[in-house]
C-alpha cells in the first residue's frame, strides 16, 4: 500500500531556510503521471498548496511562494525534497506531502513546523 | 483569503443530507473537471473523498458524491452520520499558472 512520512526539523529561527523530506512507499515515481506534492496548513487555518513535481521532473510552484521553494526528488531513494528560504513566523505550519494521480489521494501524517526565534 | 469559496460552517441532523459548496472562477472550477474534496477529522491529514468533479475512490462511501455547475462544484452527503463531522476542503487545478488552489474550508457539525 503507498504510504508517505514527513521528515524535518520542527523548529526553525526567523530568515533560516527550511528543509524537508517525505519518503515514500508503494509507488514508484518514475512511473508516468504519478506525482508527489507538498501541501501546507496553518494552525486553525486552511490548506494551501505548496509545489509538485512529476514523475518526469517536471516541477510546479504555488505563484505566491515560487521564489523561495524547490522540489527535487531521489528516485532511487525514494524520497523528495522540499525547500524554504527566508522563513518567516507566518510559516509556522503542519506540512504534509501527497501522492498526487489526478488528485492528492495519499497523504502523509504531516510534520509540525514552528517558526519562532 | 483562499482562492475557492467555501461556506465556513454548515450542519445537519442524523439521517439529513447535506451540501456544500466551493465556488471559484472561470479560471480554476469553470474550466479544469480536477475538482477534489477532502475530508480531516481535527489532528488527522486530509482523506480524499471525491475526485475529478464526482468520482469516489474505492473504500469511500456511496453516501458521498460531487457534482458542477459552471463555476460553483458541490458535496452532497446523505444520511448524515455522526462520524461525517470534520472539516472539508475542496480543491481545483487552476491552469498552468496557478496551478492547484484550495478552498477555505467548511466545518461540518452533525447535530
Known amino acids: 500500500q503507498i504510504t508517505l512520512k514527513e521528515s524535518g526539523p520542527t523548529l526553525v529561527k526567523p530568515t533560516q531556510t527550511l528543509t524537508l523530506t517525505c519518503t515514500f512507499s508503494g509507488f514508484s515515481l518514475s512511473t508516468s503521471g504519478v506525482g508527489v506534492g507538498w501541501i501546507r496548513q496553518p494552525p486553525g487555518k486552511a490548506l494551501e498548496w505548496l509545489a509538485l513535481i512529476y514523475w518526469d521532473d517536471d516541477k510546479r510552484y504555488s505563484p505566491s511562494l515560487k521564489s523561495r521553494l524547490t522540489i527535487t526528488k531521489d528516485t532511487s531513494k525514494n524520497q523528495v525534497v522540499l525547500t524554504m528560504t527566508n522563513m518567516d513566523p507566518v510559516d509556522t505550519a503542519t506540512y504534509y506531502c501527497?501522492?498526487?494521480?489526478?488528485?492528492?489521494?495519499?497523504w502523509g501524517q504531516g510534520t509540525l513546523v514552528t517558526v519562532s526565534s | 483569503q483562499s482562492a475557492l469559496t467555501q461556506p465556513a460552517s454548515v450542519s445537519g441532523s442524523p439521517g439529513q443530507s447535506i451540501t456544500i459548496s466551493c465556488t471559484g472562477t472561470?479560471?480554476?472550477?469553470?474550466?479544469?473537471?480536477?475538482v477534489s474534496w477532502y475530508q480531516q477529522h481535527p489532528g488527522k491529514a486530509p482523506k480524499l473523498m471525491i475526485y475529478e468533479v464526482s468520482k469516489r475512490p474505492s473504500g469511500v462511501s456511496n453516501r458521498f458524491s460531487g457534482s458542477k455547475s459552471g463555476n460553483t462544484a458541490s458535496l452532497t452527503i446523505s444520511g448524515l452520520q455522526a462520524e461525517d463531522e470534520a472539516d472539508y476542503y475542496c480543491?481545483?487545478?487552476?491552469?498552468?499558472?496557478?496551478?492547484?488552489?484550495f478552498g477555505g474550508g467548511t466545518k461540518l457539525t452533525v447535530l
Open positions: 480543491c481545483s487545478y487552476a491552469g498552468s499558472s496557478t496551478h492547484w488552489v
Open positions: 472561470s479560471s480554476d472550477v469553470g474550466s479544469y473537471n480536477l
Open positions: 501527497a501522492h498526487y494521480w489526478g488528485a492528492f489521494d495519499y
